[in-house]
């Protein structure tokens, strides 16, 4: 077994599920890249069909891929209208939304200053900020 499998392996239980064949294919997709990687969970299950030919049910890719989020593997970000992209990236810092392609874009976050933020109900504090920038094509 390689490195790289461990580690899955490593994360999967982790993640509280069983290394499966198609788990072990997700984390594969997922985690073997050198740049952030943007999905949502049908473009994923595309993905792993496509191109790496391997049939996969969506409550298995659904399952994993919301596991890996509450791990902290992954980070969600909804776009609203009950879309949801995951991001590989899971540091702190702000996206583009091509409302045309459905492509999100990393914006770093030095590129983006927040003036004013509203204070916070009662016992509460605030965690972090993201921000999604909509964006479409010039007329």
Do not use: W
């Not at 790289?4 to 985690?31: D, H, M, W």
């Not at 792993?48 to 980070?75: C, D, E, M, P």
């Amino acid at each position: 077994m390689s490195n790289i499998e461990a580690n899955y392996i490593a994360k999967l239980r982790n993640s509280g599920l069983r290394p499966t064949k198609q788990r072990i294919k997700i984390c594969e997709v997922l985690f073997n890249r050198e740049k952030t990687f943007h999905f949502s969970i049908s473009e994923l299950i595309k993905i792993i069909q496509s191109q790496h030919n391997q049939k996969i049910s969506l409550a298995t890719v659904y399952n994993t891929v919301h596991a890996f989020r509450k791990k902290g593997y992954l980070k969600e970000i909804s776009i609203g209208n009950d879309i949801s992209y995951f991001d590989t990236n899971t540091s702190s810092h702000h996206h583009f939304y091509d409302e045309y392609t459905r492509e999100l874009i990393d914006i770093d976050s030095q590129e983006v200053e927040i003036k004013k933020t509203p204070t916070p109900p009662a016992g509460k504090k605030i965690k972090d900020i993201e921000v999604t920038f909509k964006i479409s094509k010039k007329f």
